[in-house]
């Protein structure tokens, strides 16, 4: 008997339907998983969102919902102005010295070979097994040597050096995942070493550079640390060193709204930044599995 095409789209429909239901019960965990971590991390961010505009006894918000916790933030002191002022000078700085040492040094472990390379890498690596807390009185003292001891510019400098050996292992593997027929070619066409950098492999590592610069840039306006040993001018504090003074500002009362409105106004640069570059970010730390 002749089939018609209704009659074999029938015929395919339960396999369909089937393969269909198969799909969702295998990602139906996958769902689950990432909503529930999703949640989780979402959660305190909400929280502290909410906690920050309600009204609580103790607070500036003490009836109805408002922004005053954020007006309290806004004059403490030298001013909020002041303080992510400061903030944005120094995790500035850190970006632009993290980047373009960890590109340089990503760029020879890469691509030159030369004595005692490999265990020079090693040694480079071996910095993150160090906690940084006990090299930050060695390095205060040294700042104070130098003259950049309680300046936003030695503090970068602290934060850049804390963020070399991933930045610089980052950059590496992203260098190395580079085919090196491209710079070959650069180099038949009469380019150097810095030409054919600049030209050719720094657009090729642009998601690395950019996943490094992100983490420079989150680690250094978030560090409260760091700025605690080294800052005593609290007109100088970056925004964390801020907040977290003002939390006992008043015969050691904390008060939570503007302790809330502080952690908002940290969250929302690092939020912004990372759904604007998050596509890069992840094609930087596939790099190395790509590579090959």
């Avoid at 502290?48 to 933030?73: E, I, K, M, R």
């Avoid at 010295?97 to 890498?121: E, N, S, V």
Wanted: charged content about 10%; aromatic content about 12%.
């Amino acid at each position: 008997m002749a089939t018609t095409p209704d009659t074999r789209a029938a015929r395919r429909a339960p396999d369909g339907r089937g393969s269909s239901l198969a799909g969702i019960a295998v990602r139906t965990p996958y769902y689950v998983l990432t909503g529930g971590l999703a949640l989780l991390f979402l959660f305190p961010m909400a929280w502290a969102a909410v906690a920050s505009v309600a009204p609580q006894a103790g607070t500036a918000q003490t009836d109805g919902w408002g922004f005053a916790n954020y007006g309290t933030l806004a004059d403490y002191q030298a001013g909020i102005g002041q303080y992510l002022l400061n903030s944005v000078i120094v995790a500035g700085l850190a970006v632009v010295f993290t980047t373009t040492i960890a590109l340089l040094g990503g760029y020879a472990f890469a691509r030159f070979d030369f004595p005692g390379k490999d265990l020079l890498f090693l040694v480079t690596l071996a910095i993150l097994t160090v906690p940084y807390a006990t090299l930050l009185i060695p390095l205060y003292v040294l700042l104070n040597e130098l003259g950049l001891q309680n300046s936003l510019l030695g503090l970068a400098l602290v934060l850049t050096m804390f963020q070399l050996p991933f930045a610089t292992f980052m950059m590496r593997i992203s260098f190395e995942s580079v085919p090196k027929e491209l710079e070959e070619a650069a180099y038949v066409d009469g380019c150097g070493t810095f030409t054919a950098l600049r030209r050719v492999l720094l657009p090729a590592v642009q998601p690395g550079l950019v996943t490094v610069g992100l983490f420079a840039f989150l680690a250094a306006w978030n560090d409260f640390i760091t700025p605690l040993v080294l800052i005593s001018d609290s007109d100088k504090a970056p925004l964390p060193l801020a907040v977290a003074n003002l939390r006992q500002q008043v015969m050691g009362v904390i008060d939570y709204g503007a302790t809330e409105a502080g952690v908002v106004v940290l969250a929302v640069p690092c939020v912004f930044l990372f759904l604007v570059l998050q596509r890069q970010y992840v094609r930087g730390f596939m790099s190395g599995a790509l590579k090959g």
